[in-house]
């Protein structure tokens, strides 16, 4: 496994992550969720602007990112996790 499939399972392909990004997503913006590269490639293209609106959606891109990371090595150490929808709060709080 590659480093773009491992972030893609992580972040974009996983059930759990695909559903808590789609929600952070579904918040202001609609559309389908992509692989790891399409949505680097969308955040980087489209996040540039200085508005209130792109200040909070950096913001829970990078909480996104944090937080699924967090939630995938509990995972991997066999610790307790976040729901899904606990994770959802979980970033809304960061952001």
Do not use: P
Not at 7 to 24: A, G, L, M, Q, T
């Amino acid at each position: 496994m590659d480093v773009a499939e491992m972030y893609d399972h992580i972040f974009f392909e996983c059930s759990f992550s695909r559903k808590v990004w789609h929600s952070v997503l579904f918040c202001s913006i609609h559309r389908v969720v992509g692989t790891w590269r399409q949505e680097l490639d969308w955040t980087i293209l489209k996040l540039k602007g200085r508005s209130l609106l792109f200040a909070i959606l950096k913001l829970a891109w990078n909480a996104y990112l944090c937080v699924i990371w967090r939630q995938r090595n509990k995972r991997y150490l066999g610790a307790s996790f976040l729901t899904d929808d606990a994770t959802m709060v979980h970033i809304k709080e960061l952001v």
